[in-house]
């Protein structure tokens, strides 16, 4: 965990997590996840049970694993659709989503599972001032697994240390967004082959991206990944995260800002959207926002086999015109992430998938 961003859980640990980030108490409860105990590498030896508030809560075997079952599910939509039969899901949205939300909810029902939760705190006690423990505290009882969303970088962490059920982290603040990652990597693994031996562009706002962070952590992990980060001065990679890069061996990166100097070398162009929810001042959004789109004209310098990722959603950063190329693959990251989040939730309550063989048991560290 980054200097950064400990001090930023511990000021959530302080302040009240309230819909808006106002006010209030926050005990932060002792870890009542019952999850599995961790073996010798440090990671869970299952993943049942576990929050995985950021994928560096799992190891890479792990990882690959759900990579593995993701497939499996997709091959076997009927076969899985009973696996989670009496199961129900809490989604606690304090932030706008349309994508993560409703695939969350959508994979519990593929699993045959059912859900509650909120879009917007204000309906929910937290407009009344309650914090995100108690909240979770409550919610464990009538849930399974939980995914929560929440403007704040270290709420989800806070929230899986007050729930006594595995706690998913669907995006904090502009920290870390694993689920997305999931759907990124299960897109390079599909359009490539592999996650590994490939020079992967970020693009936009590498600074409030939480999807960014998330993917360049996670691909550190599996090695072998050169990054062209492609920012303006303003939206820079932070030091935690190139510190990352730094610390892996087979991993290097370069800063640019122009994107057209750079994608003709890339494997994987990784587009994002400038946060504007993150921004303090609404002019240095309007100046920065447009500064990157891609369009016909930049694609044509790209290798005929370039993937466009996306998370979603877009503003202004990919013309339309981009979405009948085939190294469009911003929808299929969509699909991917439906698929990943049914693995994920079924893993971490610990329902097995009709007929699933699990991939062999690999080293648990890399
Ligand atoms: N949907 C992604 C996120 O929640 C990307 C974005 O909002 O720009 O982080």
Do not use: W
């Not at 994928?55 to 694993?65: A, C, V």
């Not at 595995?166 to 999931?182: F, S």
């Not at 610390?247 to 122009?258: F, H, I, K, L, R």
Request: proline residues 4%; glycine residues 8%.
């Amino acid at each position: 965990m980054s200097v950064e961003y400990a001090s930023q859980v511990d000021s959530v640990a302080e302040d009240s997590i309230v819909g808006d980030g106002a006010g209030g108490s926050d005990a932060v409860g002792s870890a009542t996840v019952q999850s599995a105990p961790a073996n010798a590498s440090g990671y869970p030896s299952s993943l049942v049970g576990t929050s995985v508030v950021t994928l560096d809560d799992i190891s890479t075997s792990q990882i690959s694993e759900l990579l593995h079952r993701a497939q499996y599910i997709d091959a076997h939509r009927k076969t899985v659709a009973h696996t989670c039969d009496g199961r129900v899901l809490a989604t606690l949205f304090y932030e706008p989503s349309t994508r993560t939300r409703l695939s969350f909810e959508t994979a519990m029902l593929r699993l045959g599972g059912q859900v509650i939760g909120f879009a917007g705190a204000q309906l929910s006690s937290v407009s009344k001032g309650e914090s995100i423990s108690d909240t979770l505290k409550t919610v464990s009882n009538y849930v399974d697994v939980v995914a929560i969303r929440h403007p704040k970088e270290g709420a989800a962490l806070v929230a899986s240390r007050a729930a006594s059920v595995p706690v998913i982290n669907a995006g904090d603040g502009g920290h870390m967004h694993p689920t997305q990652t999931l759907a990124d990597l299960a897109t390079l693994q599909s359009r490539f082959g592999r996650i590994q031996n490939l020079t992967v562009g970020l693009c936009g706002d590498l600074t409030f991206g939480r999807t960014v962070h998330s993917l360049i952590e996670t691909l550190c992990r599996f090695g072998n990944v050169n990054f062209v980060l492609i920012s303006p001065d303003e939206l820079k990679t932070p030091q935690y995260v190139l510190d990352r890069i730094n610390a892996t061996p087979t991993c290097s990166y370069v800063e640019m800002s122009d994107l057209a100097e750079g994608i003709g070398d890339l494997d994987v162009l990784y587009m994002t959207r400038v946060q504007k929810e993150r921004f303090f001042n609404e002019d240095d959004y309007l100046r920065l926002r447009d500064t990157y789109i891609l369009d016909a004209d930049k694609m044509r310098l790209a290798k005929p086999d370039m993937a466009v990722l996306h998370p979603l959603p877009r503003v202004n950063e990919i013309a339309v015109e981009v979405d009948d190329d085939p190294r469009a693959a911003y929808f299929e990251q969509v699909k991917n992430g439906m698929l990943m989040r049914m693995a994920l939730e079924s893993a971490v309550i610990g329902d097995e998938l009709p007929g699933y063989e699990p991939l062999q048991q690999k080293e648990m560290r890399v």
